[in-house]
């Protein structure tokens, strides 16, 4: 039987300046060290992505194209970079290793290159492995001429046909126009994201969050899956009819792109209750103003709060914000309805990412790069006669 054709978003996270970082330093605190990044950003891109492998310096992942939307995809490759630059910094803050690895491990960036297509599954010395034009194509983009260009720093590089297929904007989001030529495939046109223009965007925002100190009340719970499997099924507008009760959620984005600034609307029959999102905090928290279809209600200022469980799992917080004193008699009537919708909607969360755990399970996986010694106290000892 031939194998099936598929369809997926292919993305590569590589590491940039591997080549001189590990030539010169401590080879076994480099390659923890890379180690270390590796975890970060694959644990930060899955889901939606899964791994397909390890490449050196670079990891291999990819999502069917029925599990991701342009902005799922864009959120996932700029969280995966944020996550990826606090690692680095959390690891300068901590580690007082004076070794020439953890010395100059701040040089290290990432870039990341996407496309769309087709794709077959294949055994390779008893190993899955992905197959076809388009996963030439994504590895072939690897080796690009965006630094010329664009100069020498982080960046995602989306081939047209993955803006195409994911529903993105490019112009109206920011990303810039750019053309490879490319042997046997010829030019490619693409378009380039300024990761370092994201991370100083996150760093620098003003957030608007609801802090659980400052809450009139917080709902909790706790879920056995990862931060971003979470977030997806919570967050995303075709996913919330299957937990929430709604009909249906018709979302209107600001520039093409879910975030802050979009407004939805869940749907309840002729009924609707509306949403207007705040602030956008992939995949840590979002905070959003709710309007229910009822005579004399107050907008509701609330956020859902995402934290990673040292056992791999995540506790999610829902935070309302403290009413104004006129509105306290209406919050005082719906709150044990709040409560009780709540409970209901955390048990069928709770089965649906027991299912799709249940189905990623069924994906062979390759295995995660260990990171031994992480955060020495001590640098290296250089060999005989070289101290």
């Not at 194998?3 to 010169?24: L, Q, R, W």
């Not at 994504?138 to 020498?152: C, D, I, M, P, Q």
């Not at 802090?211 to 971003?228: M, N």
């Not at 919330?240 to 600001?254: H, I, L, M």
Request: hydrophobic fraction near 40%.
């Amino acid at each position: 039987m031939l194998p099936k054709t598929e369809s997926a978003c292919f993305a590569i996270a590589d590491i940039s300046g591997y080549t001189n970082f590990v030539a010169g330093v401590e080879l076994d605190h480099a390659q923890d060290i890379i180690a270390d990044i590796m975890d970060t950003l694959v644990k930060a891109l899955r889901p939606p992505f899964r791994l397909a492998k390890f490449e050196g310096d670079a990891a291999f992942v990819y999502a069917l194209a029925d599990k991701v939307d342009g902005s799922l995809l864009q959120d996932s490759i700029e969280a995966a970079y944020c996550a990826f630059r606090k690692r680095l910094r959390n690891i300068r803050q901590a580690n007082s290793c004076v070794c020439q690895a953890c010395s100059r491990m701040q040089s290290l960036d990432v870039k990341f290159v996407v496309h769309h297509g087709d794709f077959v599954r294949q055994k390779m010395a008893g190993r899955e492995e992905l197959a076809g034009r388009d996963v030439i194509l994504v590895h072939r983009l690897l080796k690009n001429e965006v630094s010329k260009t664009f100069g020498a720093h982080a960046y995602a590089l989306y081939s047209d046909a993955c803006v195409q297929a994911m529903g993105i904007d490019p112009k109206a989001q920011g990303l810039v126009e750019h053309v490879e030529t490319i042997d046997n495939f010829g030019e490619v046109k693409c378009w380039v994201s300024d990761l370092e223009r994201v991370w100083t965007r996150d760093s620098d925002t003003k957030r608007t969050v609801v802090q659980r100190a400052d809450a009139f009340a917080v709902i909790e719970t706790d879920f056995a899956a990862p931060r971003p499997a979470v977030w997806e099924l919570i967050t995303m507008p075709g996913n919330r009819p299957r937990w929430q009760g709604s009909d249906s959620v018709v979302e209107n984005t600001a520039k093409g792109r879910r975030g802050a600034g979009t407004q939805n609307h869940c749907m309840h029959g002729k009924d609707a209750i509306v949403e207007d999102i705040l602030d956008w905090r992939p995949f840590d928290s979002v905070t959003f103003t709710t309007l229910l279809p009822a005579p004399g209600a107050p907008k509701i200022l609330m956020g859902y709060a995402f934290e990673d469980r040292d056992d791999g799992g995540t506790h999610f917080e829902v935070r309302f914000a403290k009413p104004k004193p006129k509105d306290a008699p209406f919050f005082e009537h719906i709150w044990p309805n709040v409560q009780a919708k709540f409970a209901g909607e955390f048990e069928i969360l709770r089965g649906l990412l027991a299912d799709e755990a249940k189905a990623a399970a069924a994906v062979e996986k390759p295995p995660l790069p260990l990171s031994r010694m992480r955060f020495r106290a001590e640098p290296v000892p250089a060999p005989p006669g070289q101290a």
